[in-house]
């Protein structure tokens, strides 16, 4: 049973453009998390937020921001997005403790022209 | 750093065969890694299919098994006998006991498709 929302699920947009992606929870986990699936199938953390403060950040682009209203919702907004920003990017939720099971949203797949 | 390898990025087997999906680990931050296998079935999203957290122990969960062998740094998925609905992408992740979950490590996930 989904507990992690997502939208949109698709979205194509040119390059330059910016995009914001949406995602709620509804466990009342403490932690959510954003990562990026790329053509070559990984998964790797782009984001995690803990009670709205940030406590990991790759190296990710300057052009990604998370943005958080509460704990059960985490955006992300991509300012200028470029060929490479083109993946699936999947929302997370958790308890935050530690190795405590992640609870993934459905992803949303981005392609830039 | 951390990895996790998946050899085989598509796997197809026939119902009620055998099925086994290959991982191994390497680490060199964490002292005692957690692994784990994701699933994703069609039309959902990635959920947790078995957890182990301590060296030379066995997970288990809808007929499927892995073994925690920190000998030979592997956590392979197996299954006596596979079922159409088995049918997924199975990912294998590594993870610390001390770490939060944004250092947990995917590995690049090994599709399932079982023959009828």
């Known amino acids: 049973e989904t507990a992690v929302f997502q939208t949109p699920n698709y979205h194509v947009t040119q390059v330059g453009n910016e995009v914001s992606f949406n995602c709620k929870q509804t466990?009342?986990?403490?932690?959510m998390y954003w990562y990026k699936q790329d053509s070559k199938k990984l998964l790797k953390i782009m984001f995690s937020?803990?009670?709205?403060?940030?406590?990991v950040n790759e190296t990710v682009p300057r052009r990604f921001s998370p943005q958080s209203s509460d704990k059960a919702h985490l955006n992300l907004r991509i300012k200028s997005v470029e060929p490479e920003d083109s993946a699936v990017y999947l929302c997370?939720?958790?308890?935050?403790?530690?190795?405590?099971?992640?609870?993934f949203g459905h992803g949303t797949k981005l392609s830039v022209l | 750093g951390d990895s996790v390898t998946q050899t085989e990025g598509q796997v197809t087997v026939s119902e009620s065969k055998s099925l086994i999906i290959n991982c191994t680990y390497s680490?060199?931050?964490?002292?005692?890694?957690?692994l784990f296998w994701y699933v994703r079935y069609p039309g959902e999203g990635l959920q947790l299919l078995l957890k182990?957290?301590?060296?030379?122990q066995k997970g288990s969960s809808r007929g499927f098994e892995a073994t925690y062998n920190k000998e030979t740094t592997s956590f392979h998925l197996q299954k006596a006998s596979v079922q159409e609905s088995d049918s997924a992408v199975y990912y294998c992740?590594?993870?610390?006991?001390?770490?939060?979950?944004?250092?947990?490590?995917f590995g690049a996930g090994t599709k399932l498709t079982i023959k009828p």
């Open positions: 997370a939720s958790s308890t935050g403790r530690s190795n405590e099971r992640l609870f």
């Open positions: 466990l009342g986990h403490d932690t």
């Open positions: 937020y803990n009670n709205k403060q940030l406590i």
């Open positions: 680490t060199t931050s964490i002292a005692y890694p957690n």
């Open positions: 182990v957290i301590t060296a030379g």
């Open positions: 992740a590594l993870g610390g006991a001390n770490y939060g979950n944004e250092k947990i490590t």
